[in-house]
């Protein structure tokens, strides 16, 4: 993009947030179960664990607290997609497109949107589960903002690629919830993956199996993958164990951009 191009990005990048979270809180019932469903898959699980139970020298509750938060960001990929698949058949996009906003911006805008009630949800795990919980706050804070950021940004701009294959809103349903369950499954956040070579293979380069183990890393302070639990690590060694986690999400946001280039739609198809 010329510098032209970016400056108007950013100019009219609060407007396009803006709008955005308009259009998302007009639908009110969609809005709420963004909003409900992944606070109770992020505390349900630590929440009816016992305080007592401890794996690997660590808390079940803690171990259950950070994965759900993992599992509670994956709702943006829902979100997003049933949210484009929705927008481009009311021809919001369409017109969009007509204003001197570059196609970026838009997406740019649409991706931080999304990120922001994600943002806040997390939040309210973590302060649930200190003060409800009894779960120790994180051990490395910048790890786990980092994560958050790059977890949510990854995650949106995927989620923006792929509602560009899909043909229609009502379809986009239908199609995200079985993903979003196998990205849930794949991630490790509740339970080990089978002890099978396909699945192990898949495992290990699913943003959600990345998201999760960086999660980890940074709340409990453990050099943390999958399920296999190592001692306590300063915030240089935190960071050196989930560099590769956080770069493979990095490179989930590259393809993102790449089918948003290649395959989103500003209109609906014709019929």
Same mark, same amino acid.
């Given at each position: 993009?010329?510098?032209?191009?970016?400056?108007?990005?950013?100019?009219?990048?609060?407007?396009?947030?803006?709008?955005?979270?308009?259009?998302?809180?007009?639908?009110?019932?969609?809005?709420?179960?963004?909003?409900?469903?992944?606070?109770?898959?992020?505390?349900?699980?630590?929440?009816?664990?016992?305080?007592?139970?401890?794996?690997?020298?660590?808390?079940?509750?803690?171990?259950?607290?950070?994965?759900?938060i993992?599992?509670?960001?994956?709702?943006?990929?829902?979100?997003?997609?049933?949210?484009?698949?929705?927008?481009?058949?009311?021809?919001?996009?369409?017109?969009?497109?007509?204003?001197?906003?570059?196609?970026?911006?838009?997406?740019?805008?649409?991706?931080?949107?999304?990120?922001?009630?994600?943002i806040?949800?997390?939040?309210?795990?973590?302060?649930?589960?200190?003060?409800?919980?009894?779960?120790?706050?994180?051990?490395?804070?910048? /790890?786990?903002? +980092?994560?958050?950021?790059?977890? #949510?940004?990854? !995650?949106?701009? &995927?989620?923006?690629?792929?509602? =560009? *294959?899909?043909?229609?809103?009502?379809?986009?349903?239908?199609?995200?919830?079985?993903?979003?369950?196998?990205?849930?499954?794949?991630?490790?956040?509740?339970?080990?993956?089978?002890?099978?070579?396909?699945?192990?293979?898949?495992?290990?380069?699913?943003p959600?199996?990345e998201?999760?183990?960086?999660?980890?890393?940074?709340y409990?302070?453990?050099?943390?993958?999958?399920?296999?639990?190592?001692?306590?690590?300063d /915030?240089?060694? +935190?960071?050196?164990?989930?560099? #590769?986690?956080? !770069?493979?999400? &990095?490179?989930?946001?590259?393809? =993102? *951009?790449?089918?948003?280039?290649?395959?989103?739609?500003?209109?609906p198809?014709?019929?």
């Open positions: 993009m010329s510098d032209m191009t970016i400056g108007r990005t950013l100019r009219l990048l609060p407007a396009q947030i803006r709008l955005s979270q308009q259009v998302y809180w007009r639908d009110i019932a969609f809005a709420i179960m963004g909003a409900v469903m992944p606070l109770v898959l992020g505390l349900a699980p630590a929440a009816l664990a016992s305080e007592s139970l401890v794996y690997e020298g660590v808390s079940q509750r803690a171990w259950l607290l950070s994965s759900g993992s599992a509670a960001m994956l709702f943006v990929v829902y979100n997003v997609i049933n949210s484009a698949a929705r927008r481009r058949e009311q021809r919001i996009y369409k017109r969009l497109r007509c204003t001197p906003a570059p196609a970026h911006s838009i997406l740019l805008g649409e991706a931080i949107s999304a990120a922001i009630p994600a806040g949800q997390v939040a309210i795990i973590m302060v649930a589960g200190h003060y409800w919980l009894g779960v120790a706050w994180p051990v490395h804070w910048p /790890l786990v903002i +980092a994560t958050v950021v790059i977890g #949510l940004i990854s !995650l949106a701009m &995927l989620a923006f690629g792929v509602s =560009g *294959l899909l043909p229609s809103g009502e379809i986009a349903t239908w199609i995200v919830t079985p993903v979003l369950a196998g990205l849930m499954y794949l991630s490790g956040a509740f339970g080990a993956i089978p002890d099978n070579p396909v699945l192990r293979s898949i495992h290990r380069y699913v959600s199996a998201l999760t183990d960086a999660m980890r890393i940074g409990l302070g453990r050099d943390v993958h999958g399920f296999t639990v190592g001692a306590p690590v /915030l240089a060694a +935190a960071a050196h164990a989930a560099y #590769l986690p956080l !770069l493979l999400l &990095l490179v989930w946001a590259a393809v =993102g *951009l790449m089918l948003f280039n290649s395959f989103f739609r500003w209109e198809r014709a019929r």
